[in-house]
């Protein structure tokens, strides 16, 4: 165990990766750079606070009951009952099984691949599509396409999942219009979507995609940002845009999330998916082996976009996750703060494979993100060294083709 300490009461120290001392939030140890992050006079963050109040105000009973009565009233009425978004997360895992299990629908299950599949997700995916006898629509964009978008975001935004947050977000809704299923299903909220066409109550799925989750820029500006180097053809950039707004009210679309309308607990989640899909938890660049092995093992960039957002922020996923066990009193501070000690401020071994896919030198990387940081943080590029490989690296497939 490595025995600098990061965190103390109230102050994130400049260690491995960073230059400067931050703010950070007296019990859970978040910094000031973490998005939204706001301090009250005893030093305790936002995030904490209204974690705390959000758990005891919600009635779960009535809000379960609304859920079966719209589950009622598109039951059997079109080609499939709902079409779910599938990632093969636990998040979607579980929200799939529920569904089927609980209240007997048939979905369309809708899977984005965002090219980046890991092979236990792949293995996880197949005895949960097998052992719940779904129907799948499986789509891939355009890998080509996908290469120069993801430098275009990276360069843009300082974030190059621009394919990914827009395509999971938008090809299912195409697939609703396509065939005509008039409900979509996701999971959790806080990380996926909520909204509502018809009525005009909730937040109009439209305006979320452009404002927030398209990074503030949508398919045209992309294309009119890459033609003048790229062969593009712009029907490759379908998935990516939103659908119509008539279109989709016309089919009374209606986009929820199960997380709205039932307690979400990712840990009992997890589990329960393992026992009865046989779904197994898998290693990720910069996470401890033997805890959070079912977060984000979806995509083997996860690594590179996780080591990103610490050169911008200075804090790693497994700040945030320690953060979220504090919360829930699951784990003591210092506990914590030894975690993030001993595993913050490493560089992934899939940078060299991002890299190849993007056609940039780590010098090139490194100055680009650079441009992205949040201040007070300042990344110290020469005290990272790289982490351990992942077991299954072998499989991840290297690409270093022109552009
Ligand atoms: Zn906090």
């Not at 230059?19 to 706001?38: F, H, K, M, N, Q």
């Not at 707004?245 to 840990?267: I, K, N």
């Amino acid at each position: 165990m490595n025995h600098e300490v990061p965190v103390t009461l109230g102050v994130r120290k400049g260690f491995r990766g960073c230059s400067v001392d931050l703010r950070a939030c007296t019990r859970c140890g978040l910094p000031e750079t973490y998005e939204t992050i706001e301090f009250d006079a005893h030093g305790v963050c936002n995030i904490c606070n209204s974690h705390s109040t959000r758990r005891s105000k919600i009635d779960w009973a009535s809000k379960e009951a609304e859920f079966v009565s719209l589950l009622d009233e598109h039951r059997g009425r079109h080609a499939y009952d709902a079409i779910v978004p599938f990632s093969g997360g636990k998040d979607s895992t579980f929200t799939l099984y529920h569904l089927v299990t609980k209240y007997k629908l048939k979905p369309l299950v809708v899977q984005f691949d965002h090219g980046f599949m890991r092979p236990k997700l792949r293995e996880n995916n197949e005895k949960t599509f097998r052992r719940l006898g779904v129907e799948v629509h499986t789509f891939r964009p355009n890998w080509k396409l996908v290469r120069r978008v993801m430098l275009e975001s990276l360069i843009r935004r300082g974030d190059f999942c621009w394919h990914c947050h827009t395509g999971i977000f938008a090809y299912p809704m195409w697939v609703a219009l396509k065939e005509q299923v008039p409900l979509v299903i996701w999971g959790e909220p806080s990380t996926e979507y909520t909204a509502y066409f018809g009525e005009g109550e909730e937040s109009v799925d439209e305006e979320r995609f452009n404002r927030f989750t398209n990074l503030g820029m949508t398919a045209e500006d992309m294309a009119t940002m890459i033609e003048a180097d790229f062969d593009l053809d712009e029907r490759d950039m379908k998935p990516f845009t939103y659908p119509p707004r008539d279109l989709l009210r016309d089919l009374e679309c209606r986009s929820v999330c199960l997380g709205s309308y039932m307690p979400w607990d990712t840990t009992s989640q997890s589990q329960l998916i393992q026992r009865e899909l046989g779904w197994e938890t898998d290693h990720v660049e910069g996470m401890p082996p033997d805890l959070y092995g079912f977060e984000k093992i979806e995509c083997w960039m996860q690594g590179v976009r996780d080591y990103v957002k610490f050169l911008k922020r200075g804090y790693s996923r497994v700040s945030q996750m320690a953060a979220l066990d504090v919360r829930n009193g699951r784990m003591t501070s210092s506990d914590a703060y030894a975690l993030v000690a001993a595993h913050d401020g490493r560089k992934p071994p899939s940078l060299p494979i991002f890299l190849e896919y993007v056609g940039l030198t780590e010098e090139e990387f490194n100055s680009i993100v650079a441009m992205n940081v949040v201040s007070p943080h300042e990344p110290d590029f020469g005290s990272i060294a790289f982490a351990e490989p992942m077991p299954d690296m072998d499989a991840w497939i290297r690409d270093s083709s022109p552009l």
